[in-house]
């Protein structure tokens, strides 16, 4: 989809009245989406899901980006502190159940705002999992809101370019070999390609729950 037809959509769905939102992770690939909301319904909110696990460098971004941006970042908290994110020996959770520590630090939080959004907007791309690449421009979330991904058919190349085009800030953990960027236990620089590889790193996981309908929306329920 080009940028003037995510526009339009964007425009459209805010002429019918929807009540919208993002989700952005803050690498430097979500740029993309955050400087097309900036340009076209800056007024909508986007969420940090601040899981308490981020890199110090993340938050610098975020912060850099919402400025450089003007944009309305509300940051997004887990519901479960971290002292009761543990097992009786005192290990947390990433340790030992990591799908149930995205769960809480991260698919939790948002189900909170599936009542009261139409639109969950998300840059999450086709070409980055097996998974993704099933999913649909609009897809269910199994409630009240629908989730609208834009970039779902870019590329990395277009990703590129257009980061290129507006010159805009990468994030600063990029140039040291991070290609996704996500929680600090869990993620590591790698060299290949695949640019969602360093996620849960040795791990037999590569989706936190929060774009699977089986995972998100389901009131609470693993």
């Not at 007024?43 to 110090?56: A, K, L, M, R, S």
């Not at 590591?188 to 790193?201: A, C, K, L, M, T």
Request: glycine residues 6%; positive net charge; proline residues 6%.
């Amino acid at each position: 989809m080009s940028v003037e037809s995510i526009k339009n959509t964007l425009q459209r769905l805010k002429r019918e009245g929807k009540d919208m939102f993002v989700t952005s992770s803050f690498q430097s690939q979500s740029n993309v989406l955050l400087h097309i909301i900036s340009t076209t319904v800056p007024e909508v909110p986007v969420y940090f899901i601040d899981t308490g696990y981020h890199f110090p460098e993340t938050i610098v971004h975020k912060n850099n980006i919402a400025s450089l941006l003007r944009l309305r970042v509300i940051d997004l908290k887990p519901l479960v502190p971290k002292h009761l994110q543990r097992d009786a020996a005192g290990n947390l959770l990433f340790t030992f159940d990591p799908d149930y520590c995205c769960y809480l630090n991260k698919v939790q939080p948002v189900e909170s705002l599936l009542s009261k959004y139409d639109i969950w907007i998300n840059g999450i791309r086709a070409d980055q999992s097996a998974y993704r690449n099933k999913l649909s421009e609009f897809e269910p979330t199994g409630g009240k809101t629908v989730r609208y991904h834009p970039l779902l058919n870019w590329t990395r190349k277009d990703i590129d370019a257009y980061l290129l085009r507006y010159n805009l800030p990468p994030h600063p953990l990029e140039a040291s070999g991070y290609k996704s960027i996500g929680c600090e236990p869990c993620t590591r620089p790698v060299q290949e390609n695949d640019n969602r590889q360093g996620r849960w790193f040795g791990m037999n996981k590569t989706e936190c729950g929060l774009h699977n309908e089986s995972n998100c929306c389901n009131n609470g329920q693993q």
